[in-house]
């Protein structure tokens, strides 16, 4: 039995990973005509400002309608400013740029002359603020047309009526209103008391402007915070420090379910500046997802002496069922199980009669540890909870709404009493979408009456997250006598998310990322997962279990393409077939995920991926022939929808050293907003995607995390990563999908299959030894 | 506690503070100086960086008591306007993602270049081994202190 996860069901969009098909794609947006006062709530406007909203339908987990409050708001101020109210958290993809940029081209305004805002997490306001999962460009993009095409429109209204003109002999550009032909025009700003009054054009009546004629979308715009960042002035959520304040940090249990028995706390309260010693009540088993861990906080004047107080700390713990849990020996058991049936989540054809007719089987077992997210910013939030229970938050969170839920739920009151202020994120990766630590900073902040900053230690940090899971795999191939591919089975077996001490296999969710939508043409597949029992907190890694899913089939494929004799970009195109849209259809037990979209509005399209692995091929020049101590290797997946192909070429320096000199990406993500932010995506995803291939994993002994800091688990650092990283973007009027997640889950394999082809040597465990 | 008079961006502050409270907490807690950033509290990711007498230091793992007279400069002080070579090369290369580990990135690679203004590729891989970045901004860095050392 999975433990009930009542948040998931409520916040339905953090179920992304987890699985089920309850997250929330926008289905319909409104454009309205807002309130100067519902702005001003959240920022300033400039006198005389006209402003519009945009509401925002999605679905909810039955299928039902959900309208949220305008979700966006953009203004146009008589100081011919347009100020866009962004509403995603920023945590390194460029989001809070993105989202705008669609805005104001669709508008025709003056990038320049546009003020970028970021909203609070209230979710009755702006509907679902998760920045999980790759999903805000693909959710947002056409309800951020829809709202700059309806300013844009009236803005032509009202200069038409100024010209005596038609509508449609004006157009927009940089902030102006111009008459087409003639070298008249009119800013935005004078003309804002005539939209003030004027009707909101019917979205019928509303032509977006040609793709062609866009400025900003599809090319490289830089960051809106780039230069605060260079200057140190940027706020994350450690920045924001209040009157009064005190900063906690927590020591808290070891093993996971741990209860406190006893601490002594004299030696802590002895130190300069500590103030005061709190516990925190935790849940025990089942951890939960949206709850702290049971500690003891300690409370001062600065941080060091926090630090100095929780190491002088005494407790007594009741370690509970987890203190015997070893990983390694976790991970066997697990690998031994992929050898008996599991529980078929997809079948065609009759793969157990392929194998008994085939000509040759190859049986492969992959394995992957635990990781940490290991964000360079550690876990830390600000809360100021006063005396009538209400409470105001700062926080680094990908998932707003989910933590002013918690926290309303902890201090016992409404959620309209919980203001949260999103703060930058120094990156999130999934771990941030957790709300515990923001919880924590709101128990505390109650318990000590004054605003309290907790700051989680990297030592916090690597010993108490909500892990990557680690993974056992199977996969069977078998060939008939030509040689040819007739039948895969992939067993898969790790830690659900939300799973506890009870055996459960992993969501369906889980399998639909890179496991059971394996696209290619043999004739008998068969995928079997398995069941596992968590001991710690899992959640969801950049691509989640796409990483160990694509792991384990590309790196197979290779090897079956080896045996076959035949080139493996070659085999990936003929595996591929024809170009059609894969629906699974009578094939998977239960739904397909497909990340939340209808299979219809994003189809498995064949078409797409050979395109992109064409394009590897070629920019790459994958047949080139590389000089001794040099080998290509090559990978494909799709995952949030992108479709990416990826070759890694290695080397050995002259010490030895394994060397990444050059990366190839071929992305198809639909229509690329940001192109610069694109690129810069797919650059970070390979380093990410190095750290997890080559360096890092967290292993448990008696329950406890074994890698401390950073001389434990280890993130490449700059002589490691990969040299040049060479990111190909194919023009696509498609919609557009994420970018954030798919380039980690090819580059582990194309790596992989690129060291065996230089060293003859194949890797099939994670970290790689050599 | 104690009473130290330090000198950071050419002012000189006054703090009091315990002998082994590092660096990095006298500028973010007691001084409000929030440029300089919190990764690892052990000198092994560098988001600390700061200068000492033009030293790049680990100010994470740098006792207030150990800085004497020694002149601090924090991101906050590198210059006025953000136009310092490297911050513009920072900018026109878009090199920030999270952000996070930038101002110790940014610092960390002044230092370097202070001493060495034209380095090859292989030398500032050295000199920023000990930054790290987990958004992998590794390239573009790279890139920026190549473009900054051209207009140095
Ligand atoms: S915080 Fe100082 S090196 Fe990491
Ligand atoms: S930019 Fe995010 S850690 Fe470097």
Redesign the pocket.
Known sequence: MMPKLPFLKKHASTSLSTGSSTFNPVDRSEIFRASRRDFLKIGSLAAGGFVLGVNFQCSGPKGELITFAPNVFVSIGSDNIVTILAHRSEM?TGIRTSLPMIVADELGADWSKVKIMQAEGDEDKYGNQNTDGSFSVRMFYEPMKKAGATARHMLMQAAATEWGVAPSECDTEASHVVLKGSSKKIPFGDLVSQIQTMEIPKPESLVMKDFSSYKLVGTDVPIFDAKDIAMGKAKFGADVSLPNMLIAVVQRSPVVGAKVVSYKDENALAISGVKKVVKIDGPGLPAGLDQPLEGIAVLAENTWAAIKGSQALEIEWDLGPNQTYNSANQLQEMLKSTSSSGTVKRERGNFNQAKSSSGKIIEKTYLAPFYAHA???PPAAIADVKADGSAEIWAPSQHPQWARGAVAGVLGVDVSKVRLNVTLL??GFGRKSKPDYVVEAALLSKAAGVPVRVQWTRECDLHHDYYHSQSAQRIVATLDGAGNLTGWNHHTVFPAIGAGLDAAPPSDGELDLGCRDFPYDVPNIKIEAHETTAHTRVGWLRSVSNIHHAFAICTMLDEIAETRGIDPIDQALQLLGEDKDITFAGEMVGDYGNYGEKIEDFPWSTARMKKVIQTVAEKSNWKQNLSAGKAMGFAAHRSFLTYVACVVMVENDAAGNLIIPEVHYVVDCGIGVNTDRIRSQFE?GAQFATSLAMTSAITFENGKVQQNNFDTYKIIRMPQSPKKIHVHIVPSMEKPTGVGEPPVPPFIPALANAIYKLSGKRNYELPFKA | MQNYTLSINGKSQDVTASEDMPLLWVLRDLLDMKGTKFGCGQALCGACTVHLDGEAVRSCSLPISQVGSGKITTIEGLSETGDHPLQKAWVDHV????????SG?IMNAAAFLAKNPSPSESQIESAMEGN??????YNRIKDAILTASKSL
């Open positions: 390194g964000t360079v910013e120094g990156g970070g | 090199v920030p993602q999270c952000g996070y580990c930038q990135q790290l970045c987990r958004c992998g901004t």
